[in-house]
Nanobody
């Protein structure tokens, strides 16, 4: 599986960005998660979408501000980020497990494939 993340950029606090993660290399029947890593910090879970797109899961820090969705016809998962805060500044990665039809996965060790990351910078 190859994952291509895009959509990062520089935005002011309170603004919005939409990240995209496009998968290739196999049938799009797997969960996709978003993680982020801020400078000097460990990578952390942000959100994940299961194959059906129903019942996504979110980290508490982004719940109510971020929305994950997917278009299976386009093999793409989106992360709509609203009300951005400076603390959201990080490199954002999308990831996928090898196994199909998994539930929401919050642990990065449950993911086998990773995109290259896209930088989100939120200025105050």
């Amino acid at each position: 599986v190859q994952l291509q993340a895009s959509g990062g950029g520089l935005v002011q606090a309170g603004g919005s960005l939409r990240l995209s993660c496009t998968a290739s290399g196999r049938t799009f029947d797997f969960a996709v998660g978003w993680f982020r890593q801020a400078p000097g910090k460990e990578r952390e879970f942000v959100a994940a979408s299961v194959y059906t797109g129903r019942s996504p899961c979110y980290a508490d820090s982004v719940k109510g501000r971020f929305t994950i969705s997917r278009d299976n016809a386009k093999n793409t998962v989106y992360l709509q980020m609203n009300s951005l805060k400076p603390e959201d500044t990080a490199v954002y990665y999308c990831a996928a497990p090898h196994q199909s039809w998994t539930p929401c996965l919050r642990n990065e060790n449950e993911y086998d494939y990773w995109g290259q990351g896209t930088l989100v910078t939120v200025s105050s």
